[in-house]
Each structure stands twice: as structure tokens, then as C-alpha cells.
T-cell receptor, first 108, second 114 residues
């Protein structure tokens, strides 16, 4: 079945440092989505990537889809305390798979 | 506010009991998804309904069942509850069936089985 590995599992950064989380699949993906879940909250959709090599930006967030469409990354530039939360990638196969998530802690 | 509502917010029950979790999707959304989130298992997809019909099934136990009603609200029934069923249960909705539509998550129901 579909396997989606996400690394790292946890990341602590000083405010102002950059942060990157990676999502890797064992199979070629048709598309990939990213969600953010704040502590105590529910997952919130951030973005969807569809094309090979696609790069999308949302302010300080940069999302990238690998050329082979087997991996994706989310990069946050100059983290802020509002970036705290768990970031999930999500893919479809015959069901819906969420990555294990990367929990980001930002130290003021 | 995503527009998806879930009730109840919290539920405390005993092992062996049966509970029903309720979800109302966003207005106009035909797809409803159920997820289980526990500390050690992450976000696990359970089941999807589209316009009243089951469309995809994930890691849903036989003790669990779900349905979507004509008014599009959905219920997740958990029976013969075990301690390990304690988790946060999310419902999400989207507009379409195919592809990977944006899923809008409700606030979740926190279930504690004692």
C-alpha cells in the first residue's frame, strides 16, 4: 500500500531560523497536499501541488514537488512563533494518506 | 471556522460501550471523511462517503461503522469500545468525489475510553 514518510518528526528552531520538512513516497504521486495543525486545533489546508517540479510560495512558505513526483518539501523562511504546529503532507491512493507530520516548535 | 461541525466536542465513556459521533459538512459539500488521530498513530483515514454512498475505506475496524444521511450529515458509530480507541476523531468535507479536493476539517471529537 501507499507509504508516505515525513521527516523530521520534530524540529525545534530559534525564531528567525529557517525550517524544512520533507515528504517522501514509495510511489509516484498524482498530487500532494500540505496541511497545518496548530496545537489543540484541526488540520487546515495550505496548498496542493500537481505538476512535476512545481514550486509554490505563500509569503514565507515555499512548497516544492519533486521532478519525479515522489517527494515534496515545505520550507519556512525566518520562522515566527505563529508558525508553531504540526505540518502534514497528504496524498491519495485507493484511500487518503497523511504523512506522520513534522511538529515545529519555535523558540522566541 | 471551517464550516464543518462536529458533536459532541468531548466524550467520556467506558470500555465495552457504544458511541455515535456526528458531523455536518460545509454547505454544498457532498464528500465526508472520517479520521482518527492518536498520539502514536498520527492522522489515520477511516472512511469516505460521497452523497450517501461509501467511496473509500481505510483502516477502519469492524467495530466501527459510518453512514451518510440524505441531508449529507454523517455519523461514525464506535462499538465495543476499547482503551485504545481513545483518540481525536475528525470529520472533513469536500465538494467533489474524484481527485484530491481540499478537505475542510471540523474541530474534532475527543473520545476518552476509561
Amino acid at each position: 500500500g501507499q507509504q508516505v514518510m515525513q521527516i523530521p518528526q520534530y524540529q525545534h528552531v530559534q525564531e528567525g531560523e529557517d525550517f524544512t520538512t520533507y515528504c517522501n513516497s514509495s510511489t509516484t504521486l498524482s498530487n500532494i497536499q500540505w496541511y497545518k495543525q496548530r496545537p489543540g486545533g484541526h488540520p487546515v489546508f495550505l496548498i496542493q501541488l500537481v505538476k512535476s517540479g512545481e514550486v509554490k510560495k505563500q509569503k514565507r512558505l515555499t512548497f516544492q514537488f519533486g521532478e519525479a513526483k515522489k517527494n515534496s518539501s515545505l520550507h519556512i523562511t525566518a520562522t515566527q512563533t505563529t508558525d508553531v504546529g504540526t505540518y502534514f503532507c497528504a496524498v491519495t491512493g485507493n484511500q487518503f494518506y497523511f504523512g506522520t507530520g513534522t511538529s515545529l516548535t519555535v523558540i522566541p | 471556522d471551517s464550516g464543518v461541525t462536529q458533536t459532541p466536542k468531548h466524550l467520556i465513556t467506558a470500555t465495552g460501550q457504544r458511541v455515535t459521533l456526528r458531523c455536518s459538512p460545509r454547505s454544498g459539500d457532498l464528500s465526508v471523511y472520517w479520521y482518527q488521530q492518536s498520539l502514536d498513530q498520527g492522522l489515520q483515514f477511516l472512511i469516505q462517503y460521497y452523497n450517501g454512498e461509501e467511496r473509500a475505506k481505510g483502516n477502519i475496524l469492524e467495530r466501527f461503522s459510518a453512514q451518510q444521511f440524505p441531508d449529507l450529515h454523517s455519523e461514525l458509530n464506535l462499538s465495543s469500545l476499547e482503551l485504545g480507541d481513545s483518540a481525536l476523531y475528525f470529520c472533513a468535507s469536500s465538494t467533489a468525489l474524484a481527485g484530491m479536493e481540499t478537505q475542510y476539517f471540523g474541530p474534532g471529537t475527543r473520545l476518552l475510553v476509561l
